[in-house]
Nanobody, 118 residues
């Protein structure tokens, strides 16, 4: 079974940076996507950033230029480097993985990590 474990969340002042990590076990990136989602209080979950099997990265408009998603050399640990954080980035951030069909099918989810920007 694939397991995803996030780390790196916390509290930061506006304008600061944080780096989230997601370690995947029982997982191979071949043919799979990995991505970050977030859910703020009272809001729906939204996709933040993702990596396709071929390494192409995608970002939601609000984080483009501020966030960078990457995989390490083993392709089992995904990072989300977040900079120029604002209060609107406050949310629970969750990593996900799944097969790439026509779109990414998010079969596996982590537990989430809280990011609070004040």
């Amino acid at each position: 079974d694939v397991q995803l474990v996030e780390s790196g969340g916390g509290s930061v002042q506006a304008g600061g940076s944080l780096r989230l990590s997601c370690i995947a076990s029982g997982y191979t990136h071949s043919g799979h996507c990995m991505g970050w989602f977030r859910q703020a209080p009272g809001k729906e979950r939204e996709g933040v950033a993702g990596i396709d099997p071929d390494g192409m990265t995608r970002y939601t408009k609000s984080v483009r230029g501020r966030f960078t998603v990457s995989l390490d050399n083993t392709k089992t640990t995904m990072h989300l480097q977040m900079s120029s954080l604002s209060t609107e980035d406050t949310a629970v951030y969750t990593c996900a993985a799944g097969k790439k069909l026509l779109v990414c099918v998010w079969d596996y989810w982590g537990q989430g990590t809280q990011v609070t920007v004040s």
